[in-house]
């Protein structure tokens, strides 16, 4: 059975997705800064679905390291799932340089090394997938959140010109779009319950949709259609919204 390289394994998102992954007989290397956050997990996994975890450290914004990282995998991945992310704080970017970078960096500038490295590596194989996560909040800037959005703008932007290129190598690019998610870096926020889908929930609609070779998938589903409506709002008004 193929490997699935997740990246940010210690996310509510990323280990729902590595157990979805798991059901299915993959096997996994999950990535942490501290791979010590990760043993649980692995011992979880492997006990119940009888599959090969590896446990690598990575540190996405210490991008000088992106290529040793890919260099030492003692095995090669056939899928890559992007789970690193953000949320970061709003009113601190807008007044701190040292926050909005992070935002920035976290969500979209240090992602590109290591996918581009995965991207190429896939490429000459002439199969496999990328999984990126991005977020609804990239379809359209809004005054509350700009930094985290035009982060996930720009990485929406990425992988859609990602995967132009590698489709012509067999190479699958998935773009998801998740609106609220319940994790811990949404914890301190209330979300509307209709609006907000759990992170397990999340992973199987990747699963379904990474095996049906969808481009872009909107999570929930009516999120496609909720900012079809945000970006059809005309600029004088949208301006004006407390959004």
Known sequence: MKYILILGATSDI??????????????LILTARD???????????????????????????????????????????????????????QELAQKESTEANLILQTNYTASIPILSI???YLESLKQGFIIGISSVAGDRGRGSNYFYGSAKAGFTAFLSGLRARLAKNNVHVLTV?????????????????LLTIAPTALAHSIFKAQQKKKNVIYVKWFWRYIMWIIKLIPEFIFKKLNL
């Open 14 to 27: 990323g280990k729902a997705i590595a157990k979805v992954y798991a059901q299915h007989g993959y096997h």
């Open 35 to 89: 791979t010590n956050h990760l043993l649980s997990l692995k011992k979880e996994l492997e006990d119940q679905y009888m599959i090969a975890i590896q446990l690598e450290s990575f540190d996405v914004l210490q991008t000088i390291t992106h290529q040793s990282f890919f260099d030492n995998l003692k095995t090669k991945p056939y899928g890559v799932v992007y789970c690193i992310g953000y949320l970061g704080n």
């Open 118 to 120: 995965l991207a190429q």
């Open 177 to 193: 779009k998740p609106g609220f998610v319940y994790t811990k870096m949404t914890a301190h926020l209330s979300l509307p319950q």
